[in-house]
Structure formats: C-alpha cells, structure tokens
C-alpha cells in the first residue's frame, strides 16, 4: 500500500455490526428510492456505504432481504415523521389538509421519497419476504394513521362517526392507486386534488 493511497492516510474505523447494517440501510434506501429495485444494484449499496459487495450480503443475506429491511425501518420513518407533522399542526384536520393537498400528493411517488418503496414493493411477487415486509409496513402506517384519526376526533377536527381503522386504509388505498391514475388519467394531476377534496370532505368534522 503506497503513501499516496488514501486508505493508508485515513483508515476505515471497524464498525459495529449494528452500525454497519445502519449504513447499510441508509445507502440501500436511496439506491432503492433512487431507480426502485429492479435496477437497484447492490454494487451501488456497498459502494456508498464504502465497503465490498460481500459485506452487504454477509449482513442481510440476500437483495430481497435487504429491501424487506428497508420497508421495515421506511415504515418507522414515515410513521414518525406523520406523528411530527400532524403535531406541528393546530389540530388532525389541518395537518390532513396539508397531507392531502394536490402539491404534497403529486409527489407521494416521486423518485426519491419513500413513498415510491412502498409502490415498488407491492409489485415485486416473486420475492415473498418483501411482499410481507410490505404487508407489515403498510399495516404499520395504517395503524399510524388510526390513532391519528382518533385523536383527530377527539379534538373534533374528524368527523366522529368515522372508523377510524376503516379511514386509514382508504387513506393509504388513495395514495397507493396513484400510479395507475398517473399512468391511465388525463390530467392526473388535477385528479389528485380532486379526489383530495373528496376525501377531506367524508374525513373532516363540519
């Protein structure tokens, strides 16, 4: 190894096993939310994670295996992040205003966010452990969205006949049916913020 090699002047600090899975998972959500997980490359995870291809396998066992961790920690994510928001705002109905809003659902799937994961995963049938990752993550925001329907009714921004179980997967089959109007509606951006308005219409107290 010369001196002008960096890896002789800066050399990589061992890891803990639980932080280089964290990395891993880092990179793998951005390649995967990047190009989806067709084209996702594990070549490409190790890459920015900085280590060999092996070492993503040795940690996950399998591409499909690192995709269903990926759902699982996007889906803690995402639930997190929805709790945050719908806190930040005056009351439920608000933050669902906002959630709703025609800018906010034109870009649920964009490249890049972890919407399109979800998306992705739902169309990967042969792969069964990433189909029941998908299965766990979106039961997981479905809950998540329950109890903040709930809570919305209890601080009387959500109607309060509303099952709130039964809200949070129409809430979630909007957003996940939004591939197919983007790719069979004319004019599907203006669709989204029709069928917003629907849905804030049935979801919000009067």
Excluded at 117 to 131: N, Q, R, Y
Excluded at 182 to 194: C, I, K, L, S
């Amino acid at each position: 190894m010369s001196d002008s090699d960096p890896a002789a002047k800066h050399p990589r600090a061992r890891l803990k096993p639980a932080d280089r899975q964290a990395l891993i998972l880092a990179a793998a959500t951005e390649v995967f939310s990047e190009v989806g997980y067709q084209r996702g490359k594990m070549s490409e995870v190790a890459r920015r994670v900085g280590v060999s291809e092996p070492v993503v396998f040795q940690n996950f066992g399998s591409k499909a295996a690192v995709f269903a961790a990926v759902l699982d920690h996007a889906a803690e994510r995402l639930g997190q992040a929805l709790r945050e928001q719908a806190g930040q705002s005056p009351d439920v109905g608000s933050w669902l205003a906002g959630f709703l809003a025609p800018e906010h659902l034109t870009q649920v799937h964009a490249r890049g966010t972890l919407g399109v994961l979800f998306a992705d995963a739902m169309t990967i049938a042969a792969e069964p452990v990433v189909l029941e990752a998908a299965r766990r993550a979106n039961q997981a925001i479905a809950a998540t969205l329950a109890d903040l329907l709930a809570q919305g009714q209890r601080d009387g921004s959500i109607r309060p006949d509303l099952e709130a179980e039964a809200g949070a997967w129409w809430l979630i089959s909007l957003l996940a049916s939004q591939r197919f109007r983007f790719a069979v509606a004319p004019e599907p951006a203006r669709w989204e913020g029709e069928l917003g308005a629907l849905a804030l219409e049935a979801l919000l107290a009067d």
